[in-house]
Structures are given as C-alpha cells and as structure tokens.
C-alpha cells in the first residue's frame, strides 16, 4: 500500500498569490496525478505524470502548473490564486494493477 | 468521450439495511475501482475487479464486474453508520497489468447517508 503525502491540508490566501502544493508518495510509483475536486461532487483529472521529466494536462483545463523532477515529488504550482480556484486538490499515484492511492488532499481558499 | 453514470446519486438509509448502486457505461472496460470517500479526505480503495464476471468481496462489500465489461456494481450489507461517505467507481480501458497509459474515469459519486 501506498503512502502518499500532501501539504498543507489547508490553505486561506488572497487573491494573486503564488501557491504551491505539495505531493510526495514513498513507494517508488512512476505514475502520479493531481485532481481537483469541489465539496461532494466528482473528481477532474488536470495533470498527470507517468515519471520524471514527464507531464501531461488532463482532462479539465486547469491554469496551475506542475512539474516532475523526482519521482517521489510532484508539486502542483498557482503563480497567481484566484477566487475561482478555491477547490479540494488531492494526489495520487498508481501502484500495481491501475489502483491509484490517493493523499488526503489540500483545501484551498482563496479570498 | 467515454460516459459513465453512477447511480443512485445519493441516498439515505436505515442503520442495517443492504445498499446497492452502479456504473454504467456506453465503453469497454478491463478494470473496474470502487472507492469510498469520507468528508475533507481523499478517496479509499475497497475493492478492484479485473475480470468480467468476476465477483469479490471485502467484508460487508461486495462488487461485480458485468459480464458485458459495460458495469459494475457495489452492494453494501447492514450499513452501519461508519458507512456515509461518497463511493466513487473507476472504470479503466486498461487491464490490470501491463496496458497502455489509459488513466482512470470516476463517476459522480453515490452519496450515502444513515439514518442511525
């Protein structure tokens, strides 16, 4: 089983901040993902990583950035919040057999 | 693209009571996720099905990957109030081994609430 970190779980900026989330997964996984997510509605694939050096935008067009230098490692950067990206971000990464194991995801507000 | 729905949306229960939802798609697929996810955290793998027709339990969960490989379905018995959540399914065109890069699809969400 995965273990799979996010920081922070929660975070209240103001708008044009530069932001970054992190995501770090200890089990090896080449595979890594980030999803955002509103309260109690359906998870939207926007970037993905299938290893170092490699990313790819997801299905739902997202203005945050990411970037895969190390396997463990695959932060998700804003360099301007706005109002419209207060939303749950959560991480994954996929192990053996396509399960993904998901981080416990960072809220974001931003005011 | 692929459409996937999961049904019901949302429901509520009496404490004991057995639970069933499901996913449907118009698409092929060779793996079939369910996960269940508590409020303010991320997503839970409970049970992953990677044959048509295959039926596999995980305590008082039990999932079914359709035989036209087109759904899947969850049942929960004797929910208990620990149950509420939103439970998620995640289809992939991939197999579970090997494979393309195929990324997983998430329904929805069937909420479930209990009445204790």
């Known amino acids: 089983e995965a273990d799979i970190y996010q920081t922070p779980r929660y975070l209240v900026i103001g708008t044009g901040k530069k932001i970054t989330l992190e995501c770090s997964q200890t089990?090896?996984?080449?595979?890594m993902y980030w999803y955002q997510q509103d309260p109690g509605m359906e998870l939207h694939l926007i970037h993905y990583s299938y290893g170092v050096n490699s990313t790819e935008k997801g299905d739902l067009s997202s203005e945050s950035t990411v970037s895969r230098i190390r396997t463990e490692h695959f932060p998700l950067t804003l360099e301007s919040a706005r109002p419209s990206h207060t939303s749950q971000y959560l991480c994954?990464?996929?192990?053996?057999?396509?399960?993904?194991?998901f981080g416990p995801g960072t809220r974001l507000l931003v005011l | 693209g692929q459409q996937l729905n999961q049904s019901p949306q949302s429901m509520f229960i009496q404490e004991g009571e057995d639970v069933s939802m499901n996913c449907t798609s118009s698409?092929?697929?060779?793996?079939w996720l369910w996960y269940k996810q508590d409020p303010g955290e991320g997503p839970v793998l409970l049970i992953a099905l990677y044959k048509a027709g295959e039926l596999t339990s995980n305590g008082r969960l039990t999932a079914q990957f359709g035989t036209t490989r087109k759904d899947s379905f969850l049942n929960i018995s004797a929910s208990i109030p620990s149950d509420v959540g939103i439970y998620f399914c995640?289809?992939?065109?991939?197999?579970?081994?090997?494979?393309?890069?195929?990324?997983?699809?998430f329904g929805k969400g069937t909420k479930l609430s209990v009445k204790p």
């Open positions: 995640a289809p992939s065109p991939d197999g579970g081994y090997g494979g393309s890069q195929g990324n997983l699809i």
């Open positions: 994954a990464s996929m192990g053996l057999a396509k399960t993904q194991y």
């Open positions: 089990m090896g996984h080449d595979k």
């Open positions: 698409s092929i697929f060779n793996t």
